[in-house]
């Protein structure tokens, strides 16, 4: 199992651009997650999905939008960047009946200019 | 709500010397509680987990213990290794609704030889 992948490791943007993060996993995890990382704020979520189809906002979902088509993926869009969302990005998805523990992807550090 | 407040770094500690992470929570209900840990450049790892009261989460010599009465989950080892640098984050994770996460701000912590 490869686990939960993410890409690209780095990107720098331009304010006002799109793009879009992408996340998979190969544990076929119901539940799966964005948060972002950011100096001093610990890890705060951004969107989560519970299943293919379903989708909800977490504690800083401005600015951010995402789908879940299938089980597998779970991309992260920003339809126009702001330097504010210069930060690190985790996604991360849960084994079930493990008492909530979740599995984190490596991370990609987004740089917004 | 649900929230989690973790001792400040960072924390420099010299090889063998003893460590402690303080960390309490404010929960509805009884959540269950994590250790992750973040090694240089990578993502997440969960190191250890508590899902009721008095249970004692324990990993790589790590040891924490879930403190109802006390709202705490206390991260220690008797013997740090330079190995052991990196950040560390307490987490909960409520029983009811969605399974997230909240985070507190992570502590670095940097063990000299």
């Known amino acids: 199992n490869a686990g939960v992948t993410q890409t690209p490791k780095f990107q720098v943007l331009k304010t006002g651009q799109s793009m879009t993060l992408q996340c998979a996993q190969d544990?076929?995890?119901?539940?799966m997650s964005w948060y972002r990382q950011d100096p001093g704020m610990g890890l705060r979520l951004i969107h989560y999905s519970v299943g293919a189809g379903i989708t909800d906002q977490g504690e800083v979902p401005n600015g951010y939008n995402v789908s879940r088509s299938t089980t597998e993926d779970f991309p992260l869009r920003l339809l126009s960047a702001a330097p504010s969302q210069t930060s690190v990005y985790f996604c991360a998805s849960l084994k079930p009946g493990a008492h909530n523990e979740q599995f984190f992807g490596p991370g990609t550090r987004l740089t917004v200019l | 709500g649900n929230s989690v407040t973790q001792m400040e770094g960072p924390v420099t500690l010299s090889e063998e010397a003893f460590l402690t992470i303080n960390c309490t929570y404010t929960?509805?209900?009884?959540?269950?509680l994590f250790w992750y840990v973040q090694y240089p450049g990578e993502g997440l790892q969960l190191l250890l987990k508590?899902?009721?009261?008095?249970d004692k989460g324990s990993n790589k010599g790590f040891e924490a213990t879930y403190r109802k009465e006390t709202t705490s989950f206390h991260l220690e080892k008797g013997s740090v290794q330079v190995s052991d640098s990196a950040v560390y984050f307490c987490a909960l994770s409520a029983r009811t609704g969605a399974n997230n996460l909240f985070f507190g701000t992570g502590t670095r912590l940097t063990v000299i030889p």
């Open positions: 544990m076929n995890h119901e539940y």
């Open positions: 508590a899902t009721k009261a008095d």
């Open positions: 929960a509805t209900g009884y959540p269950s």
